[in-house]
């Protein structure tokens, strides 16, 4: 009696959790492979939805320059290595200006992040511009993705279409979503 109890908990918690499951819905976390101009892994960035809107962007990175570098979404969800230009210009849906300007910033601006002496880089940023998927915001898991650039440099905020941020010196796909 005890095991046919027991059977029928386990039966009854599972048919549970598979009606709760996925069953078609979306996850509002998703974690990419940071890649660098060879093409090797160097870090992942984790992209969570926040309840009210907005993403989070949690990046743990090895491998680059020590210093300030500018950290930006691009418009399609490419990397082709050795220059990243397959990822476009930056998000920006609107066509608003880049920067701390008048008519700025878009949805691809964030701020600049700093790598460590000994090439890493762990830090947490939130983008309130932006939506992981469809939503009052533009989607970076849109129908063609977005990339995360880092670059070479750090961004000035003025200088258009892009801060004069340098070259793309990382790079992760979003994929479409």
Do not use: W
């Amino acid at each position: 009696m005890k095991k046919l109890l027991a059977i029928s908990m386990l039966t009854s918690a599972s048919m549970m959790l598979t009606a709760c499951g996925s069953g078609g819905a979306e996850s509002k976390e998703v974690s990419l492979p940071i890649m660098n101009p060879q093409a090797a892994e160097i870090g992942t960035v984790t992209l969570t939805q926040l309840n009210r809107g907005g993403v989070e962007v949690k990046i743990d990175v090895s491998g680059l320059t020590p210093g300030t570098h500018a950290m930006h979404f691009h418009e399609f969800g490419k990397c082709d290595a050795p220059d990243y230009k397959s990822a476009g210009g930056h998000f920006n849906p609107d066509g608003v200006a880049h920067g701390e300007v008048d008519d700025g910033p878009h949805p691809g601006d964030m701020m600049n992040v700093g790598i460590q002496p000994d090439g890493t880089g762990r830090f947490v940023v939130k983008n309130m511009k932006v939506n992981l998927r469809a939503g009052p915001l533009p989607a970076l898991m849109d129908a063609d993705g977005t990339a995360l650039i880092i670059h070479a440099g750090e961004d000035d905020y003025e200088s258009q279409p892009s801060g004069a941020a340098g070259p793309r010196v990382a790079c992760a796909v979003i994929p479409a979503g």
